[in-house]
């Protein structure tokens, strides 16, 4: 269960390129055209080696579903086709471009170093994804989300714009303003046995890995959008492609749910040696995975919320009647 930091970052041999509305993209298509998601020639089995190995000693993985968030999109399915029909497609557009430009950053996670967690926790990490960070599974998360430098294929980000300009057309409105955090702050309460440089590092991975749950709930929301006849009637092919290229990025998250989800379940189990003695992972994880999942699953989508019913309702006062559409809107919230 060791891999070197080549054998995490292997490509298949694809049978052809990934090559979409005109872009070359990562990943490639096997012979029958099916997607394959890059670097996943070994990522993928040694994740599953690894979470076998977990889970066969009776610990769990947690539950890194979209269930555990409290809220789902919003606008949801119909408020965004109505949006749609009206011809108010400013929400979407926004949300899309945004979530292409947040995409480009998780790039930085190609340069991040871990601190050695051999050195705090009695266990051997050797055999575990917590002793690959620095192998490998960093870097490939980081080349997914924003690209390899070295290679002239577009990423995620590029993937999120192609996905928009084929459902709206290029420069059809402005680019929005981007949230410069998407995580949760860290607060004065937050304490951690462990020292700074390591704390900081499972924050910030638990954090990556609540806005990738995060991000499950806007996929399947952005395919059913684009995938619906009633809307974008005169694009309907491209639009099909949209979701296919959705549908592509969602396959690539997958195994950065499972990694991320897996680290975070392993330090659960593993005994930290710190000032006050060993301590076991969970004793202190555990408060502060509840507190993220809280976050990202409830309170930051008050804050949204408020902000873009604000949008909403300022866009919609152009229209005729302006408030029965703004009332008919609210009326098919969830
Ligand atoms: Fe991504
Ligand atoms: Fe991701």
Redesign the pocket.
Known sequence: MKYTFEEIMSEHEYAQANEMAGYLLHGGLDSEGNYISPRTKKRWDAINEWSNNLTGQGNPLLDCSVQILKYGNYPNFDQAKYLLSLGEGTFLWNSLTITGII?AR?RALAEITAPDFQQIIKEDISQTATGHMNKGLFVA?GF??GGDPDSKQGA?DQMWFAARDLLFGKDAYPIPEVPDNIGRPVEEEDKWPIPVEYAGIVDFLMN?LMI?VR?ECFFQFSMNIAACEELFQDRRDDALLAAEMVRRIRQ??AV??AYLNLIVSELRTFTFKTEKGELLGSDFIDSHWNKMVKWHGEEIHHEFKDQRIEIVEETLKNQENADSVIESFHRLAS
Do not use: L, N, R, S
């Open positions: 995409e998780g998360h997914d989300e995620h990556v990738e991000a690539d998250e950065h749910v």
